[in-house]
């Protein structure tokens, strides 16, 4: 399989740079430190009840553990990375755009997973799933035709047809594993913060598959 990535440098992406380090430096240590992780965690009642709304942000910088870590930090430098750069290329303030678009798909996911789950005591997530979702979807608006990766048999695979890809394989696995440290809510709010929010700070540059 071959993967289609494009050249850049970390520091043409600050923001998609300093977000990655941070992100890594706080789940790293928070996998020493468990108590740390339960301050931080997305806990719907604590943030309904006990007004603790700073962990609507941060518990998209701590993660349950390596695995999920590694594969939040692949995509956010990949789409996050992309996405940073083609606003950049393509219009004024890109950088800032990113910025809104990101923590939009952060709040998004955070507040529907908050909303929906506001009386399960026992409910909590952790992970930028919904944030790095939010980016490669709005990625894939601004560039639906670019290739992604290639397959031997299959060929070409687009940034379109890979979201669709992404959308059924969490519905599988959801389907499949119930796992309780991962928040598959923040998959979809996460997308839809990530779409309504491209089509407000990136109208002009929207494109639609064809």
């Known amino acids: 399989m071959a993967i289609n990535t494009s050249t850049y440098k970390l520091l043409d992406l600050p923001v998609c740079s300093i977000l990655g380090i941070i992100i890594f430096a706080v789940s790293l240590f928070g996998f020493f430190n468990k108590e740390y992780v339960l301050q931080l965690l997305l806990h719907p009642v604590s943030i309904i009840r006990?007004?603790?709304y700073y962990r609507l942000f941060t518990s998209d910088f701590v993660h349950h553990d390596f695995i999920h870590l590694m594969l939040n930090e692949v995509m956010l430098f990949t789409y996050g990375g992309n996405l940073e750069q083609h606003l950049n290329e393509k219009l004024p303030f890109g950088t800032l755009r990113f910025v809104a678009i990101y923590i939009c798909s952060c709040l998004f996911s955070?507040?529907?997973s908050t909303l929906r789950n506001r009386e399960d005591f026992g409910y909590s997530s952790a992970g930028a799933s919904g944030s790095v979702i939010g980016c490669l979807f709005s990625y894939t608006m601004v560039q639906p035709n670019m290739v992604?990766?290639?397959?031997p048999v299959i060929g070409y695979v687009t940034n379109l047809y890979f979201s669709l890809i992404v959308i059924i394989g969490i519905s599988i696995y959801k389907w499949r594993r119930s796992n309780e440290l991962l928040n598959h809510d923040l998959h979809f709010f996460g997308a839809l913060g990530g779409i309504i929010s491209?089509?407000?700070?990136c109208p002009g540059i929207v494109k639609w598959p064809g």
């Open 148 to 151: 992604a990766f290639s397959l």
């Open 110 to 112: 955070s507040v529907g």
């Open 198 to 201: 491209t089509l407000v700070f």
């Open 50 to 52: 006990d007004k603790q």
